[in-house]
């Protein structure tokens, strides 16, 4: 009988042949999987998720929620070999999909954070160079952390100064063009990572052992770092703690872009649609959430409309 790890596997593999990255997912579901097989079970039941959901810990109906939906997806796909797979209802667990404000970070905070992480120790030193560059780019092009974790060699064109997204969110692919500065840093990074493991095919970012660096292992760097910058608590057993995100780098990109619009009086309606298409969003509207979730933006916002409304009312009422 195929386990349900191994039906996993390959619901992973056709996932990410069609651009899809799954590393978070793959865990959760893991879990799931592992705690089918230990039951003995042959296809999966409502049941069987919900004994699952008693037996894997606290947790928020929020989590709960994403969580339901990684199974469902998982079994939608599962139904189509085996009919006697049960998808859990949507309406399961009751969840609310929330975006979390993002944090701002300031120049200095960005700036510590790309020096401190130079300074990660490794046995070739590796680390310190790998993940300082890479926080240092996600922080000045808006990249997600999976796309640039995902970058290879080829995909980084530093005499052309582009760098070429192929596998971006829901497996689409853009191009992401780089400042001369940014393109020099990287070329610092790729000359030190050659000096140091010796000429690499593949991967653009590594780690000492020559395989490239994983979402875990770059989120737990982070979390390092910002502990040890105060950015977060300091955690027992290599927790990662609350507080910022690498993903909040993302956002600092995005809100300042924005905002640097309104103070040079550009129009945001008409830049949201390179910026969206810079930062790989499906729609516009999607970046359009910044304005409402910083409190900054949202009053450079609201003054433009009252400057605009103003001046509309003084023209009519010289007619």
Not at 27 to 55: N, P, S, Y
Not at 89 to 113: F, T
Not at 138 to 163: H, K, M, P, Q, Y
Not at 272 to 278: A, H, N, P, R
């Given at each position: ?104 970070y300031s120049e200095a ?108 292992c770059a989120r737990y ?99």
């Amino acid at each position: 009988m195929t386990s349900m790890t191994e039906r996993l596997d390959d619901y992973i593999t056709v996932r990410r042949s069609l651009g899809y990255d799954l590393s978070f997912t793959a865990r959760v579901l893991r879990g799931f999987t592992a705690f089918a097989d230990d039951q003995g079970a042959d296809h999966i039941t409502v049941d069987l998720f919900l004994r699952w959901k008693e037996c894997f810990g606290k947790a928020s109906n929020d989590t709960w929620s994403r969580r339901l939906g990684m199974v469902r997806s998982f079994t939608s796909w599962l139904q189509g070999q085996d009919a006697r797979t049960e998808v859990p209802p949507a309406g399961l667990i009751a969840g609310k999909v929330r975006r979390s404000r993002p944090y701002i970070y300031s120049e200095a905070e960005i700036a510590a954070l790309v020096v401190r992480a130079s300074k990660l120790p490794s046995r070739y030193g590796v680390r310190g160079w790998s993940c300082s560059t890479l926080f240092g780019l996600i922080a000045v092009t808006g990249l997600r952390i999976n796309e640039a974790l995902l970058l290879d060699d080829s995909d980084v064109d530093l005499d052309e100064c582009v760098i070429t997204v192929r596998r971006g969110k829901n497996g689409t692919a853009r191009y992401v063009p780089i400042a001369q500065s940014t393109a020099a840093r990287l070329q610092a990074y790729r000359a030190e990572r050659t000096r140091m493991l010796g000429p690499t095919y593949g991967p653009f970012f590594l780690m000492d052992s020559g395989e490239r660096p994983t979402d875990c292992c770059a989120r737990y760097n982070f979390a390092l770092v910002s502990q040890e910058l105060g950015l977060r608590a300091p955690q027992r057993f290599c927790k990662h703690g609350r507080g910022p995100r690498i993903h909040d780098l993302r956002h600092t990109f995005a809100v300042r872009t924005i905002i640097s619009w309104y103070r040079k009086g550009l129009d945001p309606d008409r830049e949201m649609i390179k910026l969206s298409t810079y930062l790989g969003h499906a729609k516009p509207e999607m970046t359009f959430w910044y304005i409402e979730a910083v409190p900054e933006l949202l009053q450079l916002a609201s003054s433009r409309a009252e400057r605009a409304l103003g001046g509309g009312v003084s023209e009519r009422a010289g007619q």
